[in-house]
């Protein structure tokens, strides 16, 4: 029997039996379900993607949208919604958390239209459109709070989802935005004529349906901080110059307020407090469930000194509080003006300093240890770029320690310059803490590089009578010092000092104790020509000077004394200089030396950074020296920023 013996029998025909073969290879190519493969990359684009990251709904949101029936929301946002808020078949975490990225989608469509012109809102327009934008944010905001907070499972019960991390991502900028608009809002009003607003003020803002209760106060905080100028968000700020960018992880908005000048300029007080302080901004919202959060309009803005703060209890959940501890920092830096102004400083002109300025990176905290540090010739603050930014980037010493920056007028003569520091260290100290029994008073580390490195070991020096020596000798000097109190006084207070009390560590970076043969050069003479000093500067010395020369005996032909400028004093061939070079250092302080190598290949006690000499920068008793093949800037170096850290460490671990 042949094969189609059986199909002739049925009464069918070839052809059907073709036919029907062909029917089933098309609907197997029909099927439900393929498959193919993707890499991992797009995998976890598509698996963390979201409407912030990439402008569309993420899976999971579009995923409970499909299982309460909506195929598209793009089509139909406000009737997605409302048809997910009452939709059966998913649970509350799914609800919230597509209900806040779909509120976030709208709030960054609010966003993206036309600003409102200044003379239009002066005239009262686009308040509408504004309002709908908070709206959109606070709505956004209060659902990741329910999500977050409110539901059967804890935050850390969801610790390692994916869908938390956005969800909390949603909440951080929603607060991010809402505060920075309703600051640029409303700062106008408070700050005009007679407003006269602080920061300690409670403010009620009524937006919309929304009414918002804003303290703008922390403990870190003073209570008559004024209002800030500007209020940005941190995370919109990028700094070159910086090695790294600090931050904290956690809730809520990091920020940082840029306050105005001290009212009659910094002349006025011998400390600077941060005109940049960090904030972090939190949204609170009333209620216990998620649905009374979700009939709720009022909230709650507090906001917080994250160097205060590190955990925060919200609706009962104690959670960590992000935070940016470079934004405020950088900011400063790159609105100060420095480089120019230090520069100016040293030639003697106009729009330079002339008295030292004690300038505060962070409110005062009276728990935390002070770390000072003194710049270089013709430097500044830029000098602790990044020695200051990793310091307070180890959380360990952040935690621990405050910095303070001296800015001093690296014209003047050393003697005047140690005098002034001195005096500008205690009247902050006496500010703070009149009592002197604060933590912070005790246990101070002096940082200083350079020419910063010798003022420092003079602040903790003993002078006993070493200095008098070189004033002018004869007998009218000799007969002077003994009839004449106001002179002695008058000599003693540039003459006569002890070590600082409140310091008991001190590190000296590249400092040139005995001076420095480079001062001596055709270049560091020309340039020491150019130093002058301004005539504020003069006035503190000049009367003492005029009397000293009338006393001084002059050879025939010779020149009156005169005062040194600073080059002078950095010479090795210096009559203070050489009278300092061995005064003692307090019992009480342990000190370290960083010290630049730029040539590996030459001896130790012949090699130099290429300014100051091995054995200029070299202290005998030192607890620790560090030789770091570097030019003269060796602070910059990652290995003398480590060894800050570790002395630092060390500090913490003997106190």
């Avoid at 900028?173 to 809002?185: E, G």
């Avoid at 803002?205 to 003073?222: I, M, N």
């Avoid at 407090?273 to 959060?293: C, D, I, K, S």
């Amino acid at each position: 029997m042949n094969a189609a013996a059986p199909l002739r029998q049925s009464g069918r025909s070839p052809w059907a039996a073709l036919l029907l073969l062909a029917a089933a290879l098309l609907m197997s190519g029909c099927a439900a379900v393929s498959v193919s493969s993707v890499s991992p990359a797009r995998y976890l684009a598509e698996r963390r993607g979201d409407v912030l990251t990439t402008g569309r709904l993420s899976g999971a949101a579009q995923e409970v949208a499909r299982v309460a029936g909506i195929d598209d929301c793009g089509e139909a946002p406000d009737t997605c919604r409302q048809a997910l808020s009452q939709a059966e078949g998913i649970t509350d975490e799914q609800r919230l958390s597509a209900l806040a990225e779909l509120w976030l989608q709208a709030a960054l469509a609010s966003d993206r239209q036309p600003a409102i012109a200044p003379d239009a809102q002066a005239a009262g327009q686009g308040g509408d459109a504004d309002d709908t934008a908070v709206d959109a944010w606070l709505e956004t905001a209060r659902h990741a709070w329910a999500y977050l907070f409110l539901t059967r499972r804890s935050p850390g019960d969801r610790a390692f989802e994916d869908r938390q991390t956005q969800v909390r991502d949603y909440y951080n900028f929603a607060v991010q935005r809402t505060v920075t608009r309703l600051f640029h809002r409303h700062a106008r009003d408070a700050r005009a004529p007679g407003a006269g607003a602080t920061t300690g003020e409670v403010a009620e803002l009524a937006v919309g349906r929304w009414q918002l209760s804003a303290r703008l106060d922390s403990p870190g905080f003073a209570s008559d901080m004024p209002l800030p100028q500007e209020l940005l968000a941190a995370s919109s700020l990028r700094f070159t110059g910086l090695r790294n960018t600090y931050r904290r992880d956690g809730f809520g908005a990091p920020l940082v307020a840029v306050l105005p000048p001290p009212e009659g300029g910094p002349a006025h007080a011998p400390f600077v407090p941060m005109r940049y302080p960090a904030l972090t901004a939190l949204l609170t919202f009333e209620g216990r469930t998620p649905a009374e959060v979700l009939r709720t309009h009022r909230v709650q803005v507090r906001l917080y000194d994250p160097y205060r703060s590190e955990r925060v209890d919200l609706a009962g959940v104690p959670a960590p509080l992000a935070a940016n501890f470079t934004a405020g920092y950088g900011l400063w830096l790159a609105r100060s003006g420095f480089a120019t102004q230090a520069l100016r400083t040293l030639l003697g002109l106009s729009d330079g300093i002339v008295q030292p300025q004690v300038q505060l990176m962070q409110p005062y905290d009276p728990e935390r240890g002070i770390v000072v540090m003194l710049h270089g010739l013709a430097s500044s603050p830029e000098a602790w770029v990044n020695v200051a930014n990793e310091v307070l980037g180890d959380e360990t010493l952040r935690q621990h320690y405050q910095i303070w920056q001296v800015y001093y007028p690296t014209n003047a003569p050393l003697v005047l310059n140690r005098r002034n520091i001195a005096q500008a260290l205690q009247q902050t100290l006496a500010h703070f803490d009149p009592q002197g029994t604060a933590p912070a008073s005790r246990h101070m580390v002096l940082v200083g590089h350079s020419m910063g490195g010798v003022l420092s070991r003079l602040l903790v020096s003993d002078s006993g009578r070493a200095l008098w020596s070189m004033l002018p000798q004869g007998p009218a000097m000799d007969a002077a010092l003994v009839d004449d109190p106001t002179l002695q006084r008058e000599l003693a207070d540039y003459l006569d000092f002890r070590p600082l009390p409140q310091v008991d560590r001190a590190i000296f970076i590249a400092a040139p104790h005995r001076g420095t043969p480079f001062a001596e050069t055709g270049l560091a003479r020309r340039v020491a020509n150019l130093v002058t000093l301004p005539l504020a500067m003069l006035e503190q010395v000049n009367d003492l000077s005029r009397r000293l020369t009338r006393l001084a005996p002059m050879q025939e032909g010779g020149l009156p004394p005169r005062i040194p400028n600073s080059i002078d004093n950095l010479s090795d061939r210096d009559p203070f200089v050489r009278a300092v070079a061995d005064l003692p250092i307090s019992a009480q302080v342990r000190y370290h030396s960083i010290i630049g190598r730029e040539d590996p290949r030459l001896p130790l006690a012949q090699s130099s950074d290429g300014v100051v000499p091995y054995a200029s920068a070299h202290l005998a008793g030192a607890e620790s020296e560090r030789v770091i093949t570097s030019w003269h800037s060796v602070q910059e170096t990652p290995q003398a920023m480590l060894e800050v850290r570790r002395i630092l460490r060390e500090q913490l671990r003997q106190q």
